[in-house]
T-cell receptor, first 112, second 109 residues
Framework: EAGVAQSPRYKIIEKRQSVAFWCNPI?????LYWYQQILGQGPKLLIQ????????DSQLPKDRFSAERLKGVDSTLKIQPAKLEDSAVYLC??????????FGSGTRLTVV | TQLLEQSPQFLSIQEGENLTVYCNSS?????LQWYRQEPGEGPVLLVT?????EVKKLKRLTFQFGDARKDSSLHITAAQPGDTGLYLC?????????FGTGTSLTVIP
């Protein structure tokens, strides 16, 4: 079974630029999560999708972050404009029934 | 506000020593999970506990869920360098998973 695919693996941008991350979950997994993990800390939930609908985006900074999962499969997370404090690893995870979270390898974003 | 607090934050021990990592919260969880994360990778699930007082063993790792389902501990016996990594607890008060602050473990050969 293929795992959760994320791209790119690394991204360096200047502040105020925009960036997008892509996630392809495990086939058949209805629930998809985006997490932000700052170095040395635990992942922080940004947004949860169930199929193509948003379940929880209460911790998503909506003035600069947006996410979509139009067809209920792939998802993109965008930041516009980026700030220095957005430097982190962005992790995508998916699950079939809500207990077994499978994570991708993440995208490491550096904002300079 | 962090829902789950882990302690210690950092731990550096010699190979062969035992250690315990704690995960505490004021909230009740329907289930709690432990993950290990290696540099450059996403967290990998180690165990899920769902019943208050439950104890699960995974080789040299012992996981315990508190009776009130608010806290958990991870005990590693005879640590090995391969145990090095970031240990994360994650609680599900509903159907969303909130992660703890993490414990970075280094096992020195």
């Amino acid at each position: 079974e293929a795992g959760v695919a994320q791209s790119p693996r690394y991204k360096i941008i200047e502040k105020r630029q925009s960036v997008a991350f892509w996630c392809n979950p495990i086939s058949g997994h209805a629930t998809l999560y985006w997490y932000q993990q700052i170095l040395g800390q635990g992942p922080k939930l940004l947004i949860q999708f169930q199929n193509n609908g948003v379940v929880d985006d209460s911790q998503l900074p909506k003035d600069r972050f947006s996410a979509e999962r139009l067809k209920g499969v792939d998802s993109t997370l965008k930041i516009q404009p980026a700030k220095l404090e957005d430097s982190a690893v962005y992790l995508c995870a998916s699950t079939l029934k809500g207990e077994l979270l499978t994570f991708g390898s993440g995208t490491r974003l550096t904002v300079v | 506000t962090q829902l789950l607090e882990q302690s210690p934050q950092f731990l550096s021990i010699q190979e062969g020593e035992n250690l315990t990592v704690y995960c505490n919260s004021s909230s009740v969880f329907s289930s709690l999970q432990w993950y290990r994360q290696e540099p450059g990778e996403g967290p990998v699930l180690l165990v899920t506990v769902v019943t208050g007082g439950e104890v699960k063993k995974l080789k040299r790792l012992t996981f315990q869920f508190g009776d009130a389902r608010k806290d958990s501990s991870l005990h590693i016996t005879a640590a090995q360098p391969g145990d090095t990594g970031l240990y994360l607890c994650a609680g599900a008060p509903g159907n969303q998973f909130y992660f703890g602050t993490g414990t970075s473990l280094t096992v020195i050969p």
